[in-house]
């Protein structure tokens, strides 16, 4: 039993201190439309919509990732910020 608890222990231990990898962020904007998939017209409620109909599909907890959850969030982000 001991060494079960040990072992967890250090699984844990080296989950949060490994090194990361370098998140890739959004900065372009054609890049973010391209991800989003919306055309440069697109007003603030369409990259809502196409926001919330790709978050659906790539959400982690419906099977995606966290990468591309946070990147799709940064793509609306930024285009939502431009849009004003």
Known sequence: MKWI???LFIWAAWHYLRPKPKQ???TDE???RSILGIDSSAN???IRSAHRRLIASVHPD???STDLTRRVNA???LLLKRAR
């Open 44 to 46: 603030a409620d369409a």
């Open 30 to 32: 054609a890049e973010a």
């Open 5 to 7: 608890i040990a072992a």
């Open 24 to 26: 890739r962020v959004v």
């Open 75 to 77: 793509a609306r982000d």
């Open 62 to 64: 419906r099977g995606g």
